[in-house]
């Protein structure tokens, strides 16, 4: 049999139906939902009097919409103040309960995230086809899984039949090979990944992230590098199962166990691209020049280091990059030239699916701890992606670290990661961010998103401007080879 790449083989795995004419039919094992992209699919099934076709392939929780402070939460979805944000909550509570999907509802110590809760409970395994209304299900595939977003009539479609009609993409790998500098993240990687490759690098391609350095990363290092293939213009990132994927899954809610485990563990091996397996594009970055990343504009490509300038638009490639230079410089309120250490901070939020994870909270919490948020900085928030995460952040004192330094810690939810719930950004203020899009108004109208590392917001929420965090105090930055003991 010809080589295969992992997504060849996960592909064949699950597929139904090839047409002739490029179209295909494939079977969906896991189908996430959250309260945006689900109203509708439901009241399509409703009309065609259909029900959805397998109730235990679905998971639900209410993430977009969501208050984060205690005080509203307290409330219930009582708290939720915007009727729209509302109205989408309670639509997704009514219809899990009359379709007896499982959901984890605004209270539930299990809510979060939609891509942090799935990996989370074990409901993501290797080796599974995972869809969910949101383009960021890419996170998915760090376990050696096909995940991908799609939309809402495709979401009617899976909860009628459990099958999405789509085409195959082609094949693409990016491989980071080396070691990563102290205090160099998962999220640097990616964000050089696409200061590289562009935002339309990926497109039509399925990227599996591979190389020394990703075998490295954590399952959560490993899930933001994936989290992101979309701003890569990839709708599917993914990496290949290994001994730290299987070590994540073990004992979660959802997880095979006994014999089932040990077949499931088996099978799970298999899911790596062969080693002559051909890619129809190979990218390859080395660790040791990538250091920590700063988006500087609009489009998660206007990224440089911590070290570098922000871009002069005279010294542009061409005109039509010129043209966006100036345009994004104007939107940011930044000048040609200007350092990136000079860019001061109104906000910053560490959360969002790309990093609220324990790991991201450590990293921030080790930069934090004994420090204080710097006066310029109206709001510092720290908002975890799940409620285990927050328990287990609780568990281990970072919450603690984090209120004394200055920083709010809120409930969990995607927060200020897009202005569609209370938390938002101001026109005009900058923001150093953990999420993964920067455009206009993402964080809010007129809003100046710069996406960072955890380590590298919480270091520019201290200074009151982006600082390079290797400079602020290495010893209290975990070591890469160090995470993976301390997450034990
Ligand atoms: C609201 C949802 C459909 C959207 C997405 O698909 O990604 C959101 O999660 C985002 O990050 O922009
Ligand atoms: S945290 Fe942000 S990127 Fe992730 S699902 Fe929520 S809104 Fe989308």
């Known amino acids: ?282 990218v390859t970055l080395d660790a040791a020049e990538i250091e920590p990343q700063v988006s500087w504009g609009t489009s998660p490509e206007m990224v440089t280091g911590i070290s570098g300038q922000v871009p002069d638009p005279q010294a542009a490639p061409d005109e039509t990059v010129a043209a966006s230079y100036t345009r994004a410089l104007e939107y940011m309120g930044l000048t040609p030239n200007q350092q990136i250490t000079d860019i001061k901070l109104d906000k910053v939020f560490i959360g969002s699916c790309t990093n609220s994870r324990i790991e991201d909270l450590r990293e921030a919490a080790a930069v934090a701890k004994g420090q204080k948020v710097a006066d310029s900085v109206t709001l510092a928030m720290v908002v975890p992606g799940s409620g285990l995460v927050k328990r287990q952040a609780e568990e281990e004192g970072l919450d603690k670290i984090f209120i004394e330094a200055g920083f709010e810690w809120r409930e969990p939810g995607c927060s200020m990661c897009l202005a569609m719930n209370a938390d938002k950004l101001g026109a005009g203020e900058h923001c150093a961010s953990t999420s993964n899009r920067n455009f206009e108004g993402r964080q809010g109208y007129g809003g100046r998103t710069h996406l960072v590392s955890p380590a590298m917001a919480a270091a520019a929420a201290i200074a009151g401007h982006f600082v390079d965090v290797r400079l602020v105090d290495v010893r209290r930055l975990p070591a890469n080879d160090e995470r993976h003991a301390q997450k034990a």
């Open 1 to 282: 049999m010809a080589a295969q790449t992992l997504y060849d083989k996960l592909w064949e795995q699950h597929l139904v139906k090839q047409r002739d004419d490029g179209t295909a039919l494939i079977y969906i094992d896991r189908h996430m939902l959250h309260e945006v992209t689900s109203p509708q699919a439901f009241e399509g099934l409703r009309l065609a009097g259909r029900t959805p076709w397998r109730l235990d392939a679905n998971l639900a929780t209410a993430d977009h919409n969501v208050p984060t402070t205690v005080a509203e939460r307290a409330e219930g979805n009582k708290g939720i103040k915007d009727p729209i944000s509302l109205i989408q909550v309670e639509t997704l509570d009514e219809n899990c309960r009359e379709y007896d999907i499982v959901e984890f509802g605004i209270n539930d110590p299990r809510q979060g995230i939609v891509h942090v809760v799935g990996p989370e409970q074990g409901a993501t395994l290797p080796g599974m086809t995972v869809v969910c209304g949101d383009s960021h299900t890419a996170t998915h595939g760090a376990f050696g899984a096909l995940a991908h977003g799609i939309g809402t009539s495709e979401v009617e479609h899976v909860l009628a039949t459990q099958c999405l009609l789509t085409q195959k993409m082609k094949n693409m790998q990016v491989r980071v090979e080396g070691e990563l500098g102290t205090g160099v993240t998962a999220k640097d990687v990616v964000l050089a990944i696409i200061s590289r490759i562009g935002t339309a690098g990926g497109t039509g391609h399925a990227i599996e992230f591979a190389g020394s350095a990703i075998e490295s990363l954590s399952m959560e290092g490993r899930m933001t590098v994936c989290n992101m293939a979309i701003e890569a213009g990839a709708r599917v990132g993914m990496i290949a199962v290994d001994d730290t994927t299987v070590d994540y899954i073990g004992n979660r809610p959802y997880s095979p166990t006994g014999e089932a485990w040990d077949a499931a563990v088996a099978d799970w091996r298999q899911l790596v691209s062969d080693p002559d397996a051909e890619f129809d594009k190979v």
